[in-house]
């Protein structure tokens, strides 16, 4: 605080007293009254353990009188001691624990009196009475009390003397009052100090702090409760509550190389997760929230807002967080978590001053910085700062920028040390959008008038957001109102650039109409009106452009001069003309700016700049010239990547406003795209949608394209690195695909396939069971066959199979769940065409098909075979010559087969010199052990094993013990040996001992795996 009052200062000293002073006397107390106890052991433990002879008052309790709440119990078992219990604890620990004491009830407690019962009592009352309640001191006062207090310590001390004299000698007393007489002088006599508030006060300091907070922030936020997306469009404020609007948005969140998509509400939930994988530290912790333009991420900061302002939260762990802070980084002037503080909270500030920041400390704080990529040199300085400042707090700092300068905040969070958790805002799923556009457009009528009803734009808009664009929240907004002011504008293709193409023209339409009743233009003849207007709107992009050049949102204030003089030459009302693509922000409460209404609709007019400034016929003034002009020749290389957004809208308006496209030109804008960092599949589709599929441009993509022709798929690689065509994307797959060197690709279409089933002729074509449909549609193609369940989920299909050569064949069920009978596996294999050419993966049973088939192929290399029966593993031997051609092979044996029946497998060894073997023994239970033992016997290569796995096995401790002994004794060689996660035999004690017993025998780690998710 700037200055204590004296009261406070007075209350605080006293304070200070009885905690220096007075919880020493009753922890004396403590200690004298349980003379058997050892502390080392915990206080429960040794009033659990008292013996029949004690006259403590705990033993008399009943189950519920002894137990200690919550809080209490934390407490005692983390300091066995006690040394740092509070007096109010003492005091209740003295009651029921001490020796000789009067009962629970007794009155002796209560009753001012020379007891040593009351003594206690009181000192717990006037540490009760001075940290809970305001209390008015004077001077005088502080003499009286300290008086008072020096006498009640001391009259503690001699009780405790009389009760326990054998335990507390004269010696001893006179030592305790003098070290009481010595802290009472000390601090009557001191300056009260920041560090004594801090110490002594905090408590009762945080009990007032919270709820001011609250109070200040809730003012403070209470106008982003709602926002204004296309408030420039109409020239008034569409103020939609963003509670009323919100629909979920998917969150993928992605550690150790895992992704994991989730609904927003879970978004916390998911980073306390993630934390507690990565075993990070207790301090603050950064989440980056990245998002693509318009993808929902204020949207969501908002939210997150207005449901802790208002207490009803639906985002899970919301309401735990005593503080929220919330900064805009295209703020160009909060340079410092002090001023963030000081302007967030400006009572609380002007109240706690110097104590703010380290009272804050204290509490559990979450922080929502909102646009990274959109930081000036000022609140990049303050993230920084907050970054600094909390690193040691409770605190969650959630962070979002766009995926481009990710980079950037990674780096200054790795700088700060703190740990970091990456989530992704992903938009609204397809099945959301229509109850988004809903919720908006009720919201639009009820404030806007529209007649339009809500069901008929529902229906225009259906095909229309399929599109993959269309899972940015902003681009659901202005298509909605776009269809609501000219029903019939928009078609089921139209892309996002050409979507604010249409806004914006709309908007110039309106303000033309408003210009027509201003009393500045009114006069004039329409068309010259309107042509001034059109004349007017090159300038304000060129202004929009050099803001976007020097990263900031946020017009200067020359900017906007030179535009109001455009105004004034132009006899146009400059505010009229400035609201009507521009939005004014508060900066201060004092301070107000004109800024972009959002960053993608600043790249759009920059973009229309850049357009309108190219030579055509291409001359000297190329997009990479007119850059290069404007940031500098050697800057253009490292700005490029915040240029993104600015470039895919040049490519959309290029074949938007100009007759024809020079090649030149679209190699020029691919090339610059892909040097700004464009590296994602749907971004290169945004690109071939916003050029219409421009050959020129089709071809300069497939040279960028996220895909390398020799990749090998392997089992965890495979969801994340195929082409995934769904119906959203589908027509830009259908252009590209042709052009695009062999790879895989899975159809996830719930619309008509064929589309582009015709581009797909050199690709391998994913099959899983949810996509079996597709193959009726397919001509004879090279397949990747992935099945986890029984293959009567292809019985529709089954007379399709045979047309098709398979790379892959995945056959989960017939691996992990073998019969003795012919598999299922026999079908495909036995009717493929040419499948011997080309397979290179195999996963299924042994039958007599499959193995004649495998000894053809000459570009087999992965193989994972079953075995249910002797004659199965007889076909096996056969296979002897083609399972040494593997880089990896993998067999399951089941208790059906005899170990008799068994060969030994051939060596297959790694490049690094290790075995490339795997075994599975499925269902080994306590009279299955010695089978286990014979059937890794018989199968062992000369090198082994590298893992051996015993799914669906349960066995305790000592089968496990006998099955590590007789393996050592046969010389078995593995690196692994995996057990069901799911098998409770074993304790974690027992789990590390068996761990260590196959460690020291085998030289294998014992480890758990599991099973029944990999569908065992």
């Not at 969140?253 to 978004?267: I, L």
């Not at 899975?746 to 582009?756: A, F, R, S």
Request: proline share 5%; charged share 20%; aromatic share 8%.
């Amino acid at each position: 605080m700037a200055a204590s009052s004296t009261n406070e200062d007075l209350q605080w000293k006293v304070i200070k007293i009885l905690r220096k002073a007075g919880r020493p006397v009753i922890y004396k107390v403590f200690c004298l009254g349980t003379p058997n106890r050892d502390t080392t052991q915990d206080l429960i433990t040794y009033l659990d353990n008292l013996p029949p002879s004690s006259t403590a008052n705990y033993p008399k309790l009943n189950r519920r009188q002894r137990r200690f709440n919550a809080t209490q119990q934390q407490i005692i078992m983390s300091n066995r001691a006690g040394e740092s219990f509070d007096i109010t604890l003492l005091f209740v620990i003295i009651k029921m624990a001490c020796e000789g004491v009067a009962d629970m009830e007794d009155p002796a407690w209560s009753t001012p009196g020379p007891d040593l019962e009351n003594c206690v009592y009181m000192i717990k009352e006037e540490r009760n009475k001075f940290m809970h309640e305001e209390l008015s001191l004077t001077q005088g006062d502080l003499i009286t009390k300290v008086r008072e207090l020096r006498g009640l310590f001391i009259d503690t001390l001699n009780t405790a003397h009389r009760k326990y004299s054998w335990l507390f000698t004269a010696a001893d007393l006179t030592t305790a009052i003098d070290t009481v007489n010595r802290i009472l002088d000390e601090i009557s006599n001191e300056v009260i100090s920041l560090t004594d508030l801090q110490t002594f006060c905090s408590p009762m300091l945080l009990n007032d702090l919270e709820p001011e907070c609250k109070l200040d922030l809730t003012n403070k936020f209470n106008s982003m409760h709602n926002i204004n997306p296309v408030s420039f469009v109409i020239g008034s404020s569409l103020n939609m509550d963003v509670s009323l609007i919100f629909t979920d948005l998917e969150v993928e969140y992605a550690d150790n190389r895992v992704k994991r998509v989730v609904s927003y509400q879970d978004f916390f939930v998911e980073v306390q997760r993630s934390l507690s994988l990565s075993g990070s530290h207790s301090g603050a912790s950064v989440v980056q929230l990245e998002g693509l333009a318009g993808a929902g991420k204020t949207t969501l900061m908002t939210l997150m807002v207005k449901e802790w302002c208002d207490g009803n939260v639906t985002v899970t762990h919301l309401d735990t967080y005593q503080v929220l802070l919330h900064i805009m980084c295209r703020d160009p002037s909060t340079n410092s978590y002090e001023m963030l503080l000081q302007r967030s909270l400006p009572s609380t500030f002007t109240k706690y001053r110097s104590l703010l920041e380290p009272l804050l400390s204290k509490c559990h704080i979450l922080v929502l910085i909102d646009g990274f990529d959109e930081a000036t040199a000022a609140s990049r300085q303050m993230v920084k700062d907050v970054f600094h400042q909390l690193r040691n707090t409770n605190a969650t700092i959630v962070c979002t920028t766009r995926p481009e300068r990710s980079y950037d905040l990674q780096r200054l969070v790795n700088r700060s040390l703190l740990p970091l958790t990456h989530a992704r805002i992903k938009g609204v799923h397809e099945s959301k959008r229509p109850e988004f556009i809903e919720k908006s457009h009720e919201v639009m009528k009820y404030q806007t008038g529209s007649g339009l009803d809500t069901d008929i734009l529902l229906q225009q808009l259906e095909e229309l957001v399929k599109n993959e664009h269309y899972r940015l929240a902003l681009n659901l907004i202005l298509a909605t109102w776009v269809c609501d002011q000219k029903p019939g504008l928009l078609r089921a293709t139209t892309t996002q650039t050409e979507l604010y193409h249409y806004t914006i023209e709309l908007s110039v339409l309106k303000l033309k109409e408003r210009l027509s009743d201003h009393p500045v233009t009114c006069r004039m003849e329409e068309w010259l009106r309107n042509q001034i207007v059109d004349n007017w709107q090159p300038i304000m992009h060129k202004e929009q452009f050099n803001a976007l050049i020097n990263s900031s949102v946020i017009l200067p204030h020359n900017a906007v001069a030179r535009l109001r003089d455009a105004c004034r030459s132009l006899d146009l009302p400059a505010d009229e003309m400035l609201g009507a693509c521009l939005s004014l922000k508060s900066i201060t409460p004092a301070v107000t700016q004109y800024a972009a209404p959002h960053k993608g609709l600043q790249e759009f007019f920059a973009a229309m700049h850049v357009v309108k400034s190219l030579d055509n016929p291409p001359g000297p003034n190329s997009i990479r010239t007119l850059l290069e002009r404007a940031t500098g020749e050697d800057m253009l290389k490292d700005m490029l990547l915040g240029f993104q957004n600015l470039l895919q809208h040049t490519a959309g308006l290029l074949y938007l406003l100009l007759d024809s496209v020079p090649d030149s030109l679209a190699q020029e804008v691919v090339q610059l795209l892909h040097e700004s960092g464009v590296n994602q599949r749907g971004q290169w589709l945004d690109v071939i949608a916003e050029t219409h599929a421009s050959p020129t441009v089709l071809a300069a993509i497939a040279t960028h394209f996220p895909i390398k022709e020799d990749d090998y798929l392997n089992e965890e690689d495979y969801e994340y690195n195929a082409i995934v065509v769904t119906d959203g994307c589908a027509k830009g797959y259908s252009k590209l695909l042709p052009h695009l060197p062999p790879f895989w690709v899975e159809v996830k279409m719930t619309g008509d396939p064929t589309l582009v089933v015709s581009s797909l002729a050199k690709h391998t074509v994913v099959i899983k069971e949810k996509n079996v449909s597709l193959l009726p549609f397919l001509p004879p193609s090279c397949v990747a066959l992935t099945i986890k369940e029984d293959l009567s989920c292809l019985a529709p299909a089954l007379h399709c199979l045979a047309i098709h050569r398979y790379s892959v064949v995945r056959l989960y069920h017939d691996f992990k769940k073998p019969q003795s009978t012919i598999p299922s596996t026999h079908h495909i294999l036995e009717n493929s065409v040419a499948t011997d050419q080309c397979l290179n993966e195999f996963i299924g049973q042994v039958s007599n098909s499959v193995a004649s088939k495998l000894q053809l192929s000459h570009t087999l290399e992965w193989l994972y075979l079953s075995v249910a029966s002797d004659s199965q593993a007889a076909t096996l031997a056969s296979l002897t010559d083609t399972l040494a051609r593997m880089v990896e092979f993998t067999l399951h044996v089941t208790p059906d087969v005899s170990p008799a029946s068994l060969t030994p497998l051939p060596d297959i060894i790694s490049t690094d010199g290790s075995s490339r073997v795997g075994l599975y023994l499925s269902d080994v239970c306590s009279g299955r052990i010695d089978w286990a033992v014979r059937v890794i016997r018989a199968l062992q290569s000369p090198s082994g094993y590298c893992y051996l796995s015993f799914p669906r096995s349960f066995l305790d401790m000592g089968e496990w013990t006998g099955l590590i002994h007789s393996l050592a004794q046969h010389n078995m060689k593995a690196t692994r040996i995996r057990y069901d996660v799911s098998d409770m035999s074993l304790i974690p004690t027992q789990e590390k001992q068996v761990a260590e017993l196959a460690r020291s025998t085998l030289n294998v780690t014992f480890l758990k795996y599991g099973f029944q998710e990999d569908g065992w």
